[in-house]
């Protein structure tokens, strides 16, 4: 066992040499030499602590939904919350959740106690961790209407900051800006509603989705955020690009903001089916799409 392994496994379960295509929802990705679960914030403070004492590199992970990982192997360590941070606890029309929650799971927990503000995220496949980081969000509402506060790891140190300290905006907020801090959970505040009124929207958004995208593919969602005043689909399906495969990875026919991974994917046919559609938009319309997915261990 060398020494870094050992160290780990005194304060979490430690796996090695894991595909991150096995962690993410794109099903692409190299192996991470070290994959770390910690059960609660002193494991997770400990763990941090060495790694920077010791200038490891390491990513956090939630359900790697928006992430497009290169085929490279990423020697460092994958710091995952899902596993164990996952608890949340309701008090009145508050909810304070573990960043490794699962967004879905909690938007329906919600509901059942009658409260309403996160049908918007009933479809998201990620963790509370991972929609604070993006800001993610759905039919014109984000995570950052129903935050009140987050609770981060940052400089060696547990604190809790306001939401409007964490200038978010459309799919950004101020985490994207500090890659070495850790949102470790959240207050929100919702309001009261109807059980029925709210599964009911809950549902028929349900709907739409499997009517709309390709849920039945490996994805990352969809892959670039709308410009303003236009719609990233629309200038894909005007470039002609519904369908377009390159290896393994394919613009949906479904909904054409997505690709999926048709056939074993490299992250190089994604990547550069990316930036084809990126060329061709730039060059007919004169507009710069910027990539939603996040990129992680590219040169």
Known sequence: MDELLKELSE?????????????????????????????????????????????????????????????????????????????????????????????????????????????FASGIPGTIGGAVFMNAGAYKSSMSEVLKEVFVYRDGVLEWIKAEDCMFGYRSSIFQEHSDWIVAGVKMKLVPGDVDEIRSLMDNRRERRIASQPLDKPSAGSVFRNPENNAAWKLIEDIGYRGRTIGGAKVSEKHVNFIVNEDCAKASDYLELVQEIQEKVRSRFGIDLHMEVEKFNWD
């Open 11 to 119: 304060y979490a379960i430690v796996e090695t040499d894991v595909p991150m295509s096995k962690m993410t929802t794109l099903h692409i990705g190299g192996l991470a030499k070290y994959v770390v679960y910690p059960e609660n914030t002193i494991a997770l403070d400990a763990i941090m602590k060495m790694l920077k004492e010791k200038n490891v590199p390491y990513k956090v992970f939630g359900k790697g939904s928006n992430l497009l990982c290169s085929d490279k192997p990423f020697d460092g360590v994958v710091v995952r919350l899902d596993r164990h941070m996952d608890a949340y606890y309701f008090n009145d029309d508050e909810i304070t959740a573990e960043a490794g929650c699962s967004l879905i799971a909690l938007s329906y927990a919600a509901a059942k106690h009658g409260l309403s503000g996160l049908e």
